[in-house]
Antibody, heavy 125, light 106 residues
Framework: EVQLVESGGGLVKPGGSLRLSCAASGFTFRNAWMSWVRQAPGKGLEWVGR??????????DYAAPVKGRFTLSRDDSKNTLYLQMSSLKTDDTAVYYC????????????????WGQGTMVTVSS | SYELTQPPSVSVSPGQTASISCSGDKLGSHYTSWYQQRPGQSPVLVIY???KRPSGIPERFSGSNSGNTATLTISGTQAMDEADYYCQAWDSSTGVFGGGTKLTVL
C-alpha cells in the first residue's frame, strides 16, 4: 500500500525548533520529488517547500515565509523525508502534510499525488 | 509573488453543474491542478495538467485553463462532492495554492 506517515509535531514556544519526519512506503522513494504543504487551523493550503530526487539534483525550494528558517532533507536509505523548522513563529501553527509529485505511466507531472494524514504543529508561549 | 484567486463559496443543487474558477496572471501558461478536501481529511488530487483526471476520479470532474482563468467543472454534482476545492500552480520553482472554494450541495 502506498503510504506517507508524518510524525514529530507538537507544542513549541516561539523561537523554538522542531523536526518533522515523513515515512514513505509502497513506492520508490528515492525517485520521488517530495513537498511539505501546511494548513493553518480553518485556513487554506500553503506550499512550504520541495526537495527533488538525488538523481534530479536533490535541490530544494522554499516558500518565502519559511526561507532561511526551514530546511528540507531526505534519507533515501530510510525512505524518510524531514522538515527541520527553526525560529518558529505563531504563524507557523498548522497541520503539516508531506506529499509526492504525481507520476503515472512513466511520466511525472506538476501536481501533488499521495498525501499523508498530517501532523499538527502549535507554536505558542 | 504569484497569486491565485478563488471565490470563497459556490452552491449547487444535486444533479446540476458546479463551476469553480481560479484566476491568476497569465494562468493559462501555467499547468493547473485541483484538489478536493473533505472536512478532517487530507487533500485528494482530482485534476492535473489543467484537464486530466487521475485514475479513480469520476468522469464528472473536468477542468480547463485559458487566459487568466482555470475552471473546475463538476457535472451531475452529488452530495459526496461537497468539500473544499483548491487550485494550484507553479510559478517558476514556487508552489502556489488558491485560497480555496467551499462547494455546498444544497
Amino acid at each position: 500500500e502506498v503510504q506517507l506517515v508524518e510524525s514529530g509535531g507538537g507544542l513549541v514556544k516561539p523561537g523554538g525548533s522542531l523536526r518533522l519526519s515523513c515515512a514513505a512506503s509502497g513506492f520508490t522513494f528515492r525517485n520521488a520529488w517530495m513537498s511539505w504543504v501546511r494548513q493553518a487551523p480553518g485556513k487554506g493550503l500553503e506550499w512550504v517547500g520541495r526537495i527533488k530526487s538525488k538523481t534530479d539534483g536533490g535541490t530544494t525550494d522554499y516558500a518565502a515565509p519559511v526561507k532561511g528558517r526551514f530546511t528540507l532533507s531526505r534519507d533515501d536509505s530510510k525512505n524518510t523525508l524531514y522538515l527541520q523548522m527553526s525560529s518558529l513563529k505563531t504563524d507557523d501553527t498548522a497541520v503539516y502534510y508531506c506529499t509526492t509529485r504525481y507520476c503515472s505511466g512513466g511520466a511525472c507531472y506538476s501536481a501533488f499525488d499521495i498525501w499523508g494524514q498530517g501532523t499538527m504543529v502549535t507554536v505558542s508561549s | 509573488s504569484y497569486e491565485l484567486t478563488q471565490p470563497p463559496s459556490v452552491s449547487v443543487s444535486p444533479g446540476q453543474t458546479a463551476s469553480i474558477s481560479c484566476s491568476g496572471d497569465k494562468l493559462g501558461s501555467h499547468y493547473t491542478s485541483w484538489y478536493q478536501q473533505r472536512p478532517g481529511q487530507s487533500p485528494v488530487l482530482v485534476i492535473y495538467q489543467d484537464s486530466k483526471r487521475p485514475s479513480g476520479i469520476p468522469e464528472r470532474f473536468s477542468g480547463s485553463n485559458s487566459g487568466n482563468t482555470a475552471t473546475l467543472t463538476i457535472s451531475g454534482t452529488q452530495a459526496m462532492d461537497e468539500a473544499d476545492y483548491y487550485c494550484q500552480a507553479w510559478d517558476s520553482s514556487t508552489g502556489v495554492f488558491g485560497g480555496g472554494t467551499k462547494l455546498t450541495v444544497l
